[in-house]
């Protein structure tokens, strides 16, 4: 008995348990915000850095520079935007 409080969270109220994106290194308070968050298209730019094997940008870091992404990937749309 008791064993399974070890394994996954399980038995722990919901206020104990910590809400993250690993991804894009980020804890969140509330259920909602977090759910939301995987909707956010920062949260879509940080999976494919991770594809990528580049580190993650933070919110502000994305923010000011929303083209980030296509700088550090492959030029796939360089020439149709000359």
Do not use: M
Not at 22 to 45: G, L, P, Q, Y
Not at 72 to 77: C, I, P, V
């Amino acid at each position: 008995g008791g064993g399974n409080t070890a394994r996954g969270g399980i038995g722990r109220p919901a206020s104990a348990r910590k809400l993250r994106c690993n991804s894009c290194d980020v804890d969140f308070s509330d259920t909602k915000e977090h759910r939301e968050h995987f909707k956010a298209d920062w949260h879509r730019v940080n999976l494919k850095r991770k594809v990528d094997g580049l580190p993650a940008v933070t919110q502000e870091e994305y923010e000011a520079d929303p083209l980030l992404l296509l700088d550090e990937r492959s030029n796939d749309l360089g020439d149709y935007c000359k």
